[in-house]
């Protein structure tokens, strides 16, 4: 079971990335999907989820309006398309997965992590 995290990296505030996540060794479409954020000094936090089908998402509000998740199954990848980024979206950010989690749940109810990839937003 493994899941890569992939589109880190340096931009300047108002720029975009994005991010990959493909899965390996299971089957994403049986897991809701949530992306995580970790900066220098604080706690983990939800930024983003999807659920199985793809037909459900959750945002931050940090996050909303700027971010979109979202899940090709058939490539067992998910994605996350940052936009307009800030200083304070820099992170380390994680997907993770879940065979029952809600939108509400906390990191350490999901069954898998990525490592992470680092985002850094230069202001």
């Known amino acids: 079971v493994r899941l890569v995290e992939s589109g880190g990296g340096l931009v300047q505030t108002g720029g975009s990335l994005r991010l990959s996540c493909p899965a390996s060794g299971f089957t994403l479409e049986h897991y809701a999907i949530g992306w995580f954020r970790q900066a220098p000094g604080k706690e983990r936090e939800g930024v983003s989820w999807i659920n199985k089908s793809g037909g459900s998402t959750y945002y931050a509000d940090s996050v909303k309006g700027r971010f979109t998740i979202s899940r090709d199954n058939a490539k067992n990848t998910v994605y996350l398309e940052m936009n307009s980024l800030k200083p304070e979206d820099t992170a380390i950010y994680y997907c993770?997965?879940?065979?029952?989690?809600?939108?509400?749940?906390?990191?350490?109810?999901?069954?898998?992590w990525g490592q992470g990839t680092r985002v850094t937003v230069s202001s």
């Open positions: 993770a997965v879940g065979m029952a989690v809600t939108a509400w749940d906390p990191w350490d109810e999901y069954d898998y």
